[in-house]
């Protein structure tokens, strides 16, 4: 598109000064270039750099190279938006596409229970919405919910240079014991000073999951959750995940899985994705049940821990 703006602006000056056989030269070899057709290609030639006097002080020029924004009459009005916006939330934020395939049933299921009542035509709409067009009514929403600087992570020592190191057993994703272990910080969005973290340890091939609020992201305070989150697995630990964290990246933990026979393996610097079994879990349980507020103290970190019991003792299901 940039290299046919150019063309224009080169070739509409030799068009319009030209005569009828030069004109049809130039415009020839526009058309060949641009490959408009040559009724259009003929109007941008004439019109690109025409000045017209609109009122007494007011001259446009023409410009073909600019793009000319439609506005169009909005289809969806407050109403509409208010009521995708409200069952959006209700279902958690999905996305568009989602969103759309559950929305007959979910204003059938709520005016049945009486808690929706809509005019025909509102309904109507809502009814009939486009995914796409879901997606852009709710952006602004999507960008109050979104958060940065979430991760904690700092990097761990010389350390890491030596893991994966002995490996017991090979990494299975097919069968129960092999973790994926993270931290998810509870600072409230100010890292500053000691707050409570939780440590996540999600088993790759079951989905179990296992938490243990912790004072600090200290090294003895994660390595003695390690121990007991172990302790509460219904199957052998047989190997460990982390991230480059010195929290998880340090002498304690390496001796333990060595002296255990425990496979110690660690994901790439900033690749999210190489712990994306325990990086679900922290948003979907978590986050979820505890949200982005600040925890800090003994007392706290008691709460979450009685949190993480109840949450356990009802969902947890090994199947």
Known sequence: MSERRVLVKACAEQYQRGTKRERSAVLGRFV???GYCRAYASWLLRWHGKRVRVGARVVVVGDAT???RRRRERVYGAEVVAVVTRLWKLLDCPSGKRLVAALPGMVDALERHGELTLPPEVRRQVLTISAATIDRVLASERKQLALRSRSRTKPGTLLKHAIP???FADWDEQRPGFVE???VAHDGGAARGEYVQTLDLTDVATGWTELAAVPTRAQ???FEAVQRLRARLPFPLLGIDSDNGGEFINKHLMAYCAKEMITFTRGRPYRKNDS???EQKNWSVVRRFVGYDRFQGEVA???LDQLYGELRCESQDPS
């Open 220 to 222: 003895v305070w994660v």
């Open 165 to 167: 190191v002995r490996t």
């Open 66 to 68: 600019t793009r000319v």
């Open 181 to 183: 272990i993270d931290l």
């Open 301 to 303: 970190r008691q709460a």
């Open 276 to 278: 994306c079994f325990v």
């Open 32 to 34: 060949a270039a641009s």
